[in-house]
């Protein structure tokens, strides 16, 4: 038996089964977490969903923001959902849509298991949040997006604001989890997001960090496994392991065995196409 983590698959069909095919994947025994973002991107997301949701009973998934924003269409009018990419139109026009849109839904923004002693997110815990905090923050919005006024939930979840904090409450609170768990790269010592920032470690400004390694966060008694960041590439340390190394851009589709001491990792390459270039940063005024 193993257990495997899987990065970020963005709608790579051929790669997720070769890699699959290189782990020896047996449903019988074995089982595996995706990190989010399952769709968008890859050219094949139908297929990828499909996959994925054939092996229900032997995966674990939390939510990305693609899936969510995936999710957040399928509210839409038909005219909003014809302006969005054809890999995202593949899953609304197919016939299993319904279904596959139903299940995707009730997955979690953070799987716990203790007994592991893994927690998988897509991207990030803020600053102050203990494992135990982030379990309690996850369900609460869960359990909103599993009830019958989840449209309203998904009408509301975009924008960056506002800050975490304890007091927020309904659109602003499940907006602010949501963020966190599935936009997360750099923040501020306080928590505060630094959306526009995407690049590797040390090409953000001075005051933020990653959020696995703000001075004075949270000691956490679980090791985490991510995805989301493609730019950080596999990354190991701080208790994190990050995952998502490109394979929808030019890179790889990795997957880091859970249930062992050992650290193993086996990869596959992605997709032969590279990455868009960085948006450049608009140019701060000098002071006079």
Known sequence: MAVWAIGDLQGCYDVTQRLLEKLRFDPAVDRLWFCGDLVNRGGQSV???RLVHSLRDHCEVVLGNHD???????ERTPEEQRRVNPDLQGVLSAPDAPELLAWLRGRELCHVDRGLGW?????GLAPKWTTQMAEKHAREVEARLRGEHYPRLL???????????PHLKGNDRDRAIINIFTRMRYCSPRGRIAFDQKGPPGSQPPGLYPWFCVPGHAARDLKIVCGHWSTLGLFIGNGVHAIDTGAVWSGKLTALQLDT?????????????????????PARPRPR
Do not use: C, F, I
């Open 47 to 49: 297929e990828t969903l």
């Open 261 to 281: 001491d050992e650290l193993r990792v086996v990869q596959v390459p992605g997709r032969d196409v590279p990455a868009p270039a960085p948006k450049p940063r």
């Open 119 to 123: 927690m998988m997110v897509h991207a």
């Open 155 to 165: 009408r509301h979840m975009y924008g960056d604001g506002p800050d975490w904090g």
């Open 68 to 74: 969510l924003s995936l999710l957040a269409v399928s």
